[in-house]
């Protein structure tokens, strides 16, 4: 079955600092991945996708780009801040085999001091 | 684009009693609405998944009499936690994906979770 892992936490970082959150996958076919935000007391946001191999999502300075080679996803941003402290999950859906239903990694805990 | 909202955000209620909790697309059609469960500092766990006009397809594990899922319309789904008990308590999250063929996408888009609190 699918199944996505991703880096523990939590991450605490300062302002600034660069970014990376792991994130790998199983899956037995051509996955789309997401990464979701999820902000304390909210629901989660889509904040980039990829649909194949080599694509770069980006948003809001994040990327993330899709290595089939490797089976991983990892979330990146060149320069944090306060703002972005949240639980950063990552995700697959393989249309193929279960639609739009989404495999969910664990979540990492992101913390940015000023 | 692409909201989805949910009602009521916060809601605290007596064992035994019944919850509606309510998810609509805003402003887009939802063929499937899914319902999710997390508890603090976990993941989300999936219920089930709902298909407009049709029975929810329920995950291992979870109750379908406990948990009543309807989704009537194409925006609109309610999960209906019927006898709650404190053991429910947790953040109840929807999500919708957009209906139609020229909309074979896998994204959802979720809302802002439910938080229930059975006393």
């Known amino acids: 079955g699918n199944s996505v892992t991703q880096m523990e936490g939590p991450v605490t970082l300062s302002e600034e600092a660069f970014l990376t959150i792991n994130c790998t996958y199983t899956a037995t076919g051509y996955p789309s991945l997401f990464w979701y935000v999820q902000y304390p007391g909210e629901g989660l946001q889509l904040l980039l996708k990829a649909t194949k191999a080599d694509d770069k999502g980006s948003n809001k300075g994040f990327e993330a780009t899709y290595r089939k080679e490797t089976t991983s996803f990892h979330l990146e941003k060149g320069s944090v801040q306060v703002s972005d402290s949240a639980v950063y999950f990552c995700?697959?859906?393989?249309?193929?085999?279960?639609?739009?239903?989404?495999?969910f990694g664990e979540g990492t805990q992101l913390t940015v001091n000023p | 684009g692409a909201v989805v909202s949910q009602h009521p955000s916060r809601v605290i209620c007596k064992s035994g009693t019944s919850v509606k909790i309510e998810c609509r697309s805003l402003?887009?059609?939802?063929?499937?609405m899914f319902w999710y469960r997390q508890f603090p500092k976990q993941s989300l766990m999936l219920m089930a998944t709902s298909n407009e006009g049709s029975k929810a397809t329920y995950e291992q594990g979870v109750e379908k009499d406990k948990f009543l899922i309807n989704h009537a319309s194409l925006t609109l789904s309610t999960l209906t936690v019927t006898s709650a008990h404190p053991e429910d308590s947790s953040f109840y999250i929807c999500?919708?994906?957009?209906?139609?063929?020229?909309?074979?996408?896998?994204?959802?888009?979720f809302g802002p979770g439910t938080r229930l609190t059975v006393l």
């Open positions: 999500s919708a994906t957009l209906a139609g063929a020229e909309h074979l996408t896998d994204t959802q888009y």
């Open positions: 995700a697959l859906s393989e249309w193929e085999t279960s639609g739009s239903r989404l495999t």
């Open positions: 402003d887009f059609q939802a063929t499937t």
